[in-house]
């Protein structure tokens, strides 16, 4: 059993390692804001699908079943700490995604709904420290229903907007990711909710697990082939005639705004290098002078910059 335990242990720790690697890697290589938020988003999931296992692993190894409940109420903060952050940043994710600004009252009410938990667990600690009391069931259920409505309310929402987008590419990618995210999502509630056991399939604790860190894998292989081709055709595409006239006053040398043009499309630094005829390594001390220039540390932070606070020239407008 201990064997099998942390088997399941590194294999969660594994999976989920790589899903925040690759959704950092689409970060750093391509400019599009709601990368941030996605990023932010696998690692919070990450972090309370580990806590989840944790808490197997001790109960399974090292402690009696009967320690299970009080263990619960201890990381009860820790759970709903990753929950609400992980929840937090997938909205952002969604609402960035379906051109919508996340509300004032929304987060109001999402901040309120996560105190009422934790005042529940807190109270259910004082009154039951050794078992699950009523009060603890009810901070479940509204962690349930905060889940649930979070999840398929936001991602109905951002299906339903990303119809409205006029670039076709941008529509058909982004729809196919926010698809392939309730698809994995789907997958895993269903399991959660005993649905295999219909088909006769068996899921422990363990299999749910897998199933809840690998939940966003289908997402970040759409996500990988849109903005792969994205970079691609728009790297084809000429960039917007008064760039070069925006960016020399800041002090950025002609081939500085070259490599500012081809980091916008998306290119990778060994794409960009290959564009100019110049090794990686010249290309890294072309974007250093640039970020310097700018004020700025990476695409992301570049991507903002360039559209929003470098003014355009006269007889130009924003796009």
């Known amino acids: 059993m201990r064997a099998s335990a942390l088997a399941y242990f590194f294999a969660v720790a594994v999976i989920g390692f790589l899903a925040v690697r690759a959704a950092y890697r689409y970060q750093s290589r391509y400019p599009q804001p709601y990368l941030s938020a996605w990023t932010l988003y696998v690692g919070s999931w990450t972090a309370l699908v580990l806590l989840s296992v944790v808490q197997f692993v001790l109960v399974d190894v090292f402690l009696p079943p009967a ?11 820790l759970t709903v700490i990753a929950m609400a952050a992980a929840l937090y940043f997938l909205t952002s994710f969604l609402a960035q995604v379906a051109r919508y ?3 004032r009252a929304y987060l109001a009410l999402y901040t309120g709904a996560w105190g009422a ?3 529940l667990i807190l109270v259910a600690s004082e009154a039951a420290p050794d078992h699950v009391s009523g009060w603890g069931a009810a901070a479940g259920v509204l962690m349930f229903l905060i889940k649930t409505a979070t999840v398929y309310g936001w991602t109905i929402v951002a299906l339903a907007r990303t119809w409205s987008i006029d670039d076709p590419l941008e529509r058909t990618g982004l729809r196919r990711v926010v ?23 068996g899921t422990t604790n363990y299999v749910l697990a897998l199933l809840q860190v690998a939940v966003n894998i289908p997402a970040l292989v759409a996500l990988d082939r849109f903005l792969a081709r994205h970079s691609r055709e728009r790297s084809l595409q000429p960039m917007r ?3 070069a006239e925006r960016l020399a006053p800041l002090g950025l040398s002609v081939r500085e705004i070259e490599v500012v043009e081809l980091v916008l499309k998306g290119l ?21 002078n640039v970020y310097r220039k700018l004020g700025v540390q990476n695409r992301v932070q570049l991507n903002y910059f360039i559209h929003n606070q470098v003014p355009f020239t006269a007889g130009h407008g924003k796009d």
């Open 117 to 119: 938990v934790v005042v």
């Open 67 to 77: 320690a299970y409940p009080p263990l619960a109420m201890a990381f009860g903060p």
């Open 241 to 243: 005639a008064d760039l």
């Open 179 to 201: 698809g392939a995210f309730l698809g994995g999502y789907v997958v895993f509630d269903l399991a959660l909710h005993d649905a295999a056991a219909l088909l006769g399939i």
């Open 268 to 288: 990778s630094n060994k794409e960009i290098a290959s564009r100019l005829f110049i090794s990686t390594e010249t290309l890294k001390k072309h974007a250093y």
């Open 101 to 103: 600004p996340l509300p």
